[in-house]
């Protein structure tokens, strides 16, 4: 962007020139054609000496005088009518350029220019256009005001700080898109870092499917993976629970309101264990969905129970496999932070305070490191955390500020809903509808705009838009920017490493920045590619890799819930395949019956004979 340096202040527009010993070269152009969004300047390639300035170039911002007002606008094209150059003379050239708004001069002396998005006063044909001074592209993009934070600089003028209304951007939603290694995971880690300075009182959740995140903000930072998660199988509701039973496949509907039946009862024989199946009906009644812990084995228990009632004997293959889907799931190492516990209690207040940092202690950002966990895990978890994100902000009345921060957003939220899980689309929809209410407010990180569900997408009310080559991805975002500013989207497809288009509640206009650079020590993901990259001379551990590949910790693996001993000498089909090698002392430890395990199985390691 060509500027002027000088420094200027509050002087009349009335004449063109404002300084009789002012350089010809400022006067650019004339305007020769003018509708209602764009305008057409006569102006010539080359100076009479034959030499070419290089004045005008795309992207590049104007200003058109009018005497009292001054219409900027952004170069969108240029070119010579007749196609052709000239060595001897000037070339006139034809610019193309989109009324953005107008600029006045404040009230006062001296005052600030003042920036308005509408235009008053359309360019008449003859109007001078020039360079636009540092002054007025200032006020282009002053933020009137607002809370605002500054993530870089102007592409069109590295001196001018690049801002943004933190508080209109968080609370309104916003989303980051671009294509792959455009630098969006590096934008995401600035927007948080200066987020945080701003808003000490925010918790962020991260739901992290690369696991690149806690490297990159490691003093804020609380790491949660499924090795450390506490997540128990009570607080889920029950869709989501058949979503861990069913592993991802079309529900029974006949189980699934076995289950409506049985949960409750089971929860009203841990709050009342003498009270039998007799749920009690009333305001304080429990229902499937209710947040209060039970036990496994009382749900077992009811199946059968239920199963061996005379009138159920339609339902018995129903009720059979409802418990071997149970049994299965508890049993499941993948599942470790759900049925792991061997004391069922109510740990409802230290489950949602470590995940959600309340209290914070100067850490108010949870990683959730999802790498290598298996679809159907992801979409139970992420279910659960964006229903009690939203619940925690609906219930402490705007006391807690959180922010729910999803990348690779179109992997739990795409636009076929056959493919994502639809209680975590209906989460994260609330969030996304209702969230700026009670103060949670969602942010969407993704390469793909055009598989996000167009909902979700709809509600970001600012946008920061980096490469994208995809033409259904830049038809996206086109149906989303205003039209003042549509030609501005013609540089998605070629712009430069850790530059960005923000339109949007966020910022005063369209800005085109380039996002300040961040140490290499603090980039997304740099820690885990430097424990990854191997020294000369060493070899890949096949074992480590073939155990995680099996999900085994390095330890001797103990035996899982439900499990049986089977004699490794033994082949199946044998008589007494399933029978154990040899009787087991009984176990003097205090173990726990209430969880439905068996005491000679369950916990207890191998007995070498």
């Given at each position: 962007?060509?500027?002027?340096r000088?420094?200027?202040?509050?002087?009349?527009?009335?004449?063109?020139?404002?300084?009789?010993?002012?350089?010809?070269k400022?006067?650019l152009?004339?305007v020769v054609?003018?509708d209602?969004?764009?305008?057409?300047?006569?102006?010539?390639?080359?100076?009479?000496?034959?030499?070419?300035?290089?004045?005008?170039?795309v992207?590049k911002?104007?200003?058109?005088?009018?005497?009292?007002?001054?219409?900027?606008?952004?170069?969108?094209?240029?070119?010579?009518s007749?196609?052709?150059?000239?060595?001897?003379?000037?070339?006139a050239?034809e610019?193309?350029?989109?009324?953005?708004?107008?600029?006045?001069?404040?009230?006062e002396p001296?005052?600030k220019?003042?920036?308005?998005?509408?235009?008053?006063t359309?360019?008449?044909?003859?109007?001078?256009?020039?360079?636009?001074?540092?002054?007025?592209?200032?006020?282009?993009?002053?933020?009137?005001?607002?809370?605002?934070i500054?993530?870089?600089t102007l592409?069109?003028?590295?001196?001018?700080?690049?801002n943004?209304?933190?508080?209109?951007t968080?609370?309104?939603?916003?989303?980051?898109?671009?294509t792959?290694?455009?630098?969006k995971s590096?934008?995401v880690?600035?927007?948080?870092?200066?987020s945080?300075?701003?808003?000490?009182?925010?918790?962020i959740l991260?739901?992290?499917?690369?696991?690149?995140?806690?490297?990159?903000?490691?003093?804020?930072?609380?790491?949660?993976?499924?090795?450390?998660?506490?997540?128990p199988?009570?607080?889920?509701?029950?869709?989501?629970?058949a979503?861990?039973l069913f592993?991802?496949?079309?529900?029974?509907?006949?189980?699934?309101?076995?289950?409506?039946?049985?949960?409750p009862?089971?929860?009203?024989l841990?709050?009342?264990?003498?009270?039998?199946?007799y749920?009690?009906?009333?305001?304080d009644?429990l229902?499937a969905?209710?947040?209060?812990?039970?036990?496994?084995?009382?749900?077992l228990k009811q199946?059968?129970?239920?199963?061996?009632?005379?009138?159920?004997?339609?339902?018995?293959?129903?009720?059979?496999?409802?418990k071997?889907?149970?049994?299965?799931?508890?049993a499941?190492?993948?599942?470790?932070?759900?049925?792991?516990?061997?004391?069922?209690e109510?740990?409802?207040?230290?489950?949602?305070?470590?995940?959600?940092?309340?209290?914070?202690?100067g850490?108010?950002?949870?990683?959730?490191e999802m790498?290598?966990?298996?679809?159907?895990?992801?979409?139970?978890?992420?279910?659960?955390l964006?229903?009690?994100?939203?619940?925690?902000?609906?219930w402490?009345?705007?006391?807690l500020?959180?922010?729910?921060?999803?990348?690779?957003?179109?992997?739990?939220?795409?636009?076929?809903?056959r493919?994502?899980?639809?209680?975590?689309?209906h989460?994260?929809s609330?969030?996304a509808?209702?969230?700026?209410?009670?103060?949670?407010?969602?942010?969407?990180?993704?390469?793909?705009?055009?598989?996000?569900?167009?909902?979700?997408?709809s509600?970001c009310?600012?946008?920061?838009?980096?490469?994208?080559?995809n033409?259904?991805?830049?038809?996206?975002i086109?149906?989303?920017?205003?039209?003042?500013?549509?030609?501005?989207l013609a540089?998605?497809?070629?712009?430069g490493?850790r530059?960005?288009?923000?339109?949007?509640?966020?910022?005063a206009?369209?800005?085109?920045?380039k996002?300040?650079?961040l140490?290499?020590d603090?980039?997304?993901?740099?820690?885990k590619?430097?424990?990854?990259?191997?020294?000369?001379?060493?070899?890949v551990?096949l074992?480590?890799?073939v155990?995680?590949?099996?999900?085994?910790?390095?330890?001797?693996q103990?035996?899982?819930?439900f499990?049986?001993?089977?004699?490794s000498?033994r082949?199946?089909?044998?008589?007494?395949?399933?029978?154990?090698?040899?009787?087991?002392?009984?176990?003097?430890?205090?173990f726990?019956?209430?969880?439905?395990?068996?005491p000679?199985?369950?916990?207890?390691?191998?007995?070498?004979?």
């Amino acid at each position: 962007m060509y500027v002027e340096r000088e420094a200027s202040v509050g002087e009349p527009t009335s004449q063109e020139r404002r300084d009789a010993e002012q350089n010809d070269k400022r006067i650019l152009g004339n305007v020769v054609q003018c509708d209602g969004a764009r305008a057409t300047i006569s102006a010539y390639a080359n100076d009479a000496d034959g030499a070419v300035t290089g004045l005008w170039t795309v992207g590049k911002m104007i200003s058109i005088n009018l005497g009292s007002t001054r219409t900027v606008g952004l170069v969108y094209a240029i070119g010579k009518s007749d196609r052709a150059w000239s060595n001897e003379g000037q070339n006139a050239i034809e610019v193309s350029i989109e009324l953005i708004g107008e600029v006045r001069d404040g009230a006062e002396p001296g005052g600030k220019p003042v920036f308005d998005r509408g235009i008053t006063t359309y360019p008449h044909i003859g109007a001078v256009a020039h360079r636009i001074r540092t002054r007025d592209l200032q006020a282009v993009y002053d933020l009137a005001g607002r809370h605002s934070i500054t993530i870089g600089t102007l592409a069109q003028d590295e001196t001018i700080a690049a801002n943004i209304a933190i508080d209109d951007t968080l609370a309104r939603h916003f989303a980051i898109v671009g294509t792959t290694g455009v630098g969006k995971s590096t934008a995401v880690s600035l927007l948080l870092r200066k987020s945080i300075a701003a808003r000490p009182d925010l918790r962020i959740l991260i739901l992290d499917p690369h696991n690149e995140f806690a490297a990159s903000l490691p003093e804020y930072c609380v790491r949660v993976d499924s090795k450390t998660l506490d997540l128990p199988f009570w607080m889920f509701k029950l869709e989501e629970f058949a979503e861990v039973l069913f592993r991802g496949r079309e529900t029974e509907p006949e189980e699934i309101d076995a289950l409506r039946d049985l949960i409750p009862a089971a929860k009203n024989l841990y709050r009342n264990p003498n009270s039998g199946s007799y749920i009690r009906r009333g305001s304080d009644a429990l229902t499937a969905d209710t947040p209060v812990p039970y036990r496994i084995a009382d749900l077992l228990k009811q199946i059968d129970e239920r199963m061996g009632m005379l009138e159920s004997k339609t339902d018995r293959p129903t009720l059979k496999s409802l418990k071997t889907r149970i049994e299965s799931a508890a049993a499941d190492p993948r599942y470790r932070f759900m049925f792991n516990s061997r004391l069922i209690e109510d740990t409802i207040h230290e489950t949602i305070g470590n995940i959600f940092r309340v209290p914070h202690h100067g850490r108010p950002v949870t990683c959730f490191e999802m790498a290598g966990m298996p679809s159907e895990v992801v979409n139970s978890v992420c279910s659960v955390l964006a229903r009690l994100a939203f619940d925690l902000a609906l219930w402490s009345e705007g006391k807690l500020q959180l922010l729910f921060l999803c990348e690779e957003a179109h992997r739990y939220m795409p636009a076929d809903p056959r493919l994502g899980f639809a209680p975590t689309r209906h989460a994260l929809s609330r969030i996304a509808k209702e969230g700026r209410k009670y103060g949670c407010y969602l942010g969407v990180v993704t390469q793909r705009p055009g598989e996000l569900d167009p909902t979700i997408l709809s509600q970001c009310s600012t946008f920061f838009a980096m490469r994208l080559a995809n033409e259904q991805d830049q038809a996206i975002i086109r149906s989303a920017i205003a039209d003042s500013s549509a030609s501005t989207l013609a540089f998605l497809s070629s712009m430069g490493q850790r530059e960005a288009i923000a339109f949007g509640e966020g910022v005063a206009t369209t800005m085109r920045l380039k996002f300040e650079k961040l140490p290499s020590d603090l980039l997304p993901g740099t820690a885990k590619r430097e424990e990854a990259t191997s020294k000369p001379g060493d070899d890949v551990d096949l074992v480590a890799i073939v155990e995680r590949l099996r999900n085994l910790p390095k330890t001797t693996q103990q035996a899982m819930a439900f499990a049986e001993v089977v004699d490794s000498g033994r082949q199946a089909g044998d008589p007494d395949y399933r029978k154990p090698p040899a009787a087991r002392a009984p176990s003097d430890d205090d173990f726990d019956m209430r969880y439905g395990l068996k005491p000679a199985t369950f916990g207890l390691r191998p007995q070498n004979d």
